[in-house]
């Protein structure tokens, strides 16, 4: 994965998820404004036990527009 980066962050059972997610989100976009030009802001994801997604996708194209993506990836993912 050139160019992109993951980052868990796992909290203690007590912390109030919204105001970590508040504050992890307002983290990341102080670091943004010190990356190079173009930089896109972070995905920021909550998951829970019964949320975990099994599989995550990301896809891209140089040539395809983004609707164009989103329906093959529907295409694709449903014959799965």
């Given at each position: 994965?050139?160019?992109?980066?993951?980052?868990?962050?796992?909290?203690?059972?007590?912390?109030?998820?919204?105001?970590?997610?508040?504050?992890?989100?307002?983290?990341?976009?102080?670091?943004?404004?010190?990356?190079?030009?173009?930089?896109?802001?972070?995905?920021?994801?909550?998951y829970?036990?019964?949320?975990?997604?099994?599989?995550?996708?990301?896809?891209?194209?140089?040539?395809?527009?983004?609707?164009?993506?989103?329906?093959?990836?529907?295409?694709?993912?449903?014959?799965?």
């Amino acid at each position: 994965m050139y160019g992109k980066a993951v980052i868990k962050i796992f909290f203690q059972p007590t912390v109030n998820i919204s105001m970590a997610l508040t504050q992890v989100t307002a983290m990341c976009q102080t670091v943004l404004r010190g990356l190079p030009a173009g930089t896109v802001p972070p995905l920021v994801i909550t998951y829970t036990a019964s949320s975990t997604p099994v599989v995550q996708l990301g896809i891209s194209s140089k040539t395809l527009p983004e609707q164009q993506l989103f329906d093959l990836s529907q295409i694709f993912c449903a014959r799965s």
